[in-house]
């Protein structure tokens, strides 16, 4: 009998990307044959871990364009990450959904042609936006919500990259001026997918839910108690989705004491270098030692104190493990790993859906949520003893790792998504 | 004139790692004993340095003193390659190791003034003039006209690891078919007995540290088996480079594995004396050692790629 091939569709994003590994290397593992259908820029990455890639197809001229466009998008976003949630909706909210959209209608024909020629028995598509290709290929497709929680809505659910509680007085206020930042580009959407033959979607919507199958990756520790819950039948929660990776053996520093603080703002936010050289100041200060993940950006610091040691790529997972506290953008993956592993969270978000677990954080005693730039030396170094020394949470964190490491998300997933294409 | 302390250091150490690798070879086990004339006969030299590198050994546990008389083996040969070796450089503190995994480490700048090393390590200023002086004997700092030094390119950033990468691609394959390549055949067994022993430990048992450490003795043995004197000479220099500075940076299992199946599969063409298809296929595995992740993402643009300006 053969295998059923599975291919995996995550967006051109690390959390995406490496979440929809530790799926399929269980999927693998229970005896299908997981593919990757990969963006321009991200093939190799998941042929490091064993699986066939096929990438879209790239359009003439794209790496001159994307100089230019990373050129333009660093010296016009890189302020924005410092506004509230409702200030980023015209300055970064907008334009990155436009950007998608844009996203959308370019690979759409190249994608068409990928499916068509592998011809998978079911598709896995960890996106934000539906893809035509995908709805017409003729086989189950899986949505992964690999997001917050917020992405699906609900009158109980903080409103999707609001930052805000879900009975804020403000809540109407910030959805109306979502829907109509957003209603443009999603005008412009909808036409594109009626051309191809899709119904239009309520306006805020890019992405229908799955008839076969949705995964939701909110652990149970940080999940939102639903006014409307969310059918067992074609939604899954998934309390965790750790992938199996490289062991990280921490070097030792000239300053060899004290716990293990890692801090990631994922690839963006390792652009902003001046605001992780200020941080690194304050953990000059402090009786600890710092594992700082600077992405491609290494050669923009100088002068590293010996209790600080910088890297342009950790194995998070491993690392997270070893770590005592863990300070990141409030990414979905990010904050479900240090769930997953019992280690708080200091969460400094600076745009989509980190302002919305930032504020879950807090709510849920995982951890504390801190103003990207507005913190003063003293008041950065007083948060972090603070987490370093608060039994309380550690103990919290404790029972809710332990609760998630009973279970295993990815093979849970893999289970789900195997049930609905063999039906 | 006495030789200055850590240069006698250093050759221990490297005695030692000597002795590891013919116990290795002639099959020797846990709990054998090891005459010093047999050592000191296969490794060239008297058994006074075999005494002092058989010590170091002691201290890190690859070794035993019996009271009985001399020294026997304590660790399992298939640990010892790794493990073993792993430990004994681990012990070699230096101040000239300290320097450059400080400068690969960016807590020190390129350009150094005696003075400020000894500020740094509050150690006397002959200990830091011995220390650059070994490092610039591998030619890792060079002394500037005037009081300053400056350390060469390390591999200490993703470009430098970039631009390595395209160095070898550029001179290993050509290593492998200048007239004149030869390999030693005790040599070649030994590698392939530790990489086998290497790919046979479970995922997440494989030391990205251990892994770089046998990476840079196979590229290593390719130079020194190339009949182009330029070439062996320029390539072996490198993985030293690498030995020294470059940064454990995670290399996921199963390229891992991939990896040492390529050196296998290399090593497989060599001894048949394919020596084209050697070079072919050193060529495909040091394109696939190439770190592929983008610099950033974010949606809706094409992710960043190395060497865009940021």
Redesign the interface.
């Known amino acids: 009998m053969n295998k059923p091939v599975i291919a995996l569709f995550p ?4 959390g995406s990307a490496l979440n929809c590994v530790g799926i399929a290397q269980q999927l693998q593992r229970q005896g299908s044959t997981p593919v990757f259908l990969c ?7 998941f ?4 699986f066939k890639e096929y990438q879209l197809p790239k359009n003439t001229g ?2 001159h ?3 230019e ?3 333009a ?2 010296s016009t976003h890189l302020e924005h990450f410092n506004q509230v949630p409702t200030a980023q909706l015209t300055t970064y909210v907008g334009p ?5 959209v ?2 959308a209608i370019r690979v759409e024909a190249g994608l068409a042609q990928l499916l068509k020629r592998i011809r998978p028995d079911g598709i896995v598509l960890d996106n ?1 936006i539906m893809f035509p290709a995908i709805a017409n290929a003729g086989m189950p497709w899986i949505r992964v919500v690999s997001c917050a929680e917020t992405e699906i809505p609900d009158a109980n659910v903080p409103p999707y990259l609001s930052g805000m509680a879900a009975n804020d007085p403000k809540r109407s206020a910030f959805e109306a001026a979502y829907l109509n930042t957003i209603r443009p580009m999603h005008q412009r959407y909808n036409t594109f997918r009626r051309a191809h033959g899709l119904p239009s979607l309520p306006v805020g919507q890019f992405l229908e839910p799955s008839p076969y199958l949705n995964l939701l990756l909110a652990p149970k520790a940080i999940r939102h108690e639903r006014l409307a819950p969310l059918p067992g039948s074609s939604f899954v929660f998934l309390d965790g989705c750790i992938r ?6 921490p ?1 030792s520093l ?1 300053v060899n004491e004290g716990p293990i603080v890692y801090l990631s703002f994922g ?2 936010g ?2 902003d ?1 001046d605001l992780i050289s200020r941080i690194i100041k304050v953990f000059a200060t402090l009786p600890a030692r710092f594992f700082v993940n600077v ?12 209790n600080v ?7 998070q997972p ?1 690392i997270v493990a070893q770590a005592d506290l863990f300070i990141h953008h409030g990414g979905n993956n990010s904050y479900c790993e240090a769930l997953h592993f019992g280690v708080p969270s200091l969460i400094m978000p600076y745009c ?1 859906d980190g302002h919305d677990n930032g504020l879950r954080a807090v709510q849920t005693g995982t951890g504390l949520n801190l103003k990207r730039d507005s913190w003063t030396a003293h008041e950065l170094k007083e948060t972090i003893v603070f987490l370093l020394s608060d039994t309380e949470m550690v103990s919290r964190m404790s029972t809710i790792s332990g609760a998630m490491k009973r279970g295993n998300g990815t093979r849970d997933a893999a289970q789900a998504i195997l049930q609905r294409v063999k039906l | 004139m006495q030789k200055p302390r850590s240069n006698t250091r250093q050759n221990h150490l490297k005695l030692a790692r000597q002795i590891t690798n013919i116990l290795l070879e002639r099959g020797f086990i846990k709990g054998d004993h090891l005459p010093e004339s047999t050592l000191s006969e296969a490794c060239g030299v008297s058994r006074t340095p075999i005494r002092s590198a058989l010590k170091l050994l002691e201290n890190n546990n690859i070794v035993k003193r019996r009271d009985e008389g001399g020294y026997f083996l304590h660790l399992p040969p298939e640990n010892m390659a790794s493990e073993g070796l792993s430990n004994l450089e681990e012990t070699e503190d230096s101040l000239a190791v ?1 320097i450059l995994s ?1 400068r690969a ?5 390129d350009l150094q003034s005696v003075s400020a090393l000894v500020r740094r390590y509050e150690v006397p200023r002959s200990s830091v003039l011995n220390a650059l002086k070994i490092l610039s004997g591998d030619g890792l700092v060079v002394q500037l006209p005037g009081r300053a030094w400056a350390f060469q390119p390390i591999l ?4 430098a690891l970039k631009d390595s990468i395209d160095f070898r691609m550029s001179l290993e394959p050509q290593a492998i078919i200048a007239p004149g390549f030869q390999m030693d055949s005790q040599k070649t067994r030994l590698l392939r007995q530790q990489l086998e022993e290497f790919s046979q430990r479970p ?7 251990a892994f770089l450490r046998l990476d840079c003795a196979f590229h290593s043995f390719i130079a020194e088996s190339s009949g182009n004197r330029f070439a062996k000479g320029a390539l072996l220099a490198h993985q030293r480079l690498r030995l020294s500075t470059q ?10 594995r ?1 990896s040492l199946e390529e050196h296998l599969d290399i090593l497989d063409s060599l001894e048949r004396y394919q020596l084209q298809l050697a070079a072919n296929q050193m060529l495909v595995h040091l394109r696939r050692s ?17 060497g ?3």
């Open positions: 967006e051109a994003s690390f963006h321009p820029g991200f093939n190799g990455i042929a490091e871990y064993g794209a790496q364009q994307t100089e466009t990373w050129q998008f660093v990155t959904w436009e950007a998608i844009d996203t934000v199996e990776e490289a062991q990280f053996e070097p000239p690839s963006l390792a652009i270098t992405g491609g950006f290494l050669e923009s610091y100088q002068q590293v104190p010996d040691y910088l890297g342009s790529w950790f194995p491993s989509w | 300290r400080d480490e960016r807590r020190i700048t200490d950033t993703p470009n995922n997440g048992a494989l030391s990205a540290a940064k454990n940076h995670s290399i996921p299992d199963f390229r891992l991939q190439q770190i592929r992740k983008p610099q950033a993402v974010n949606r809706g643009i094409l992710p960043m790629g190395r865009a300006p940021a």
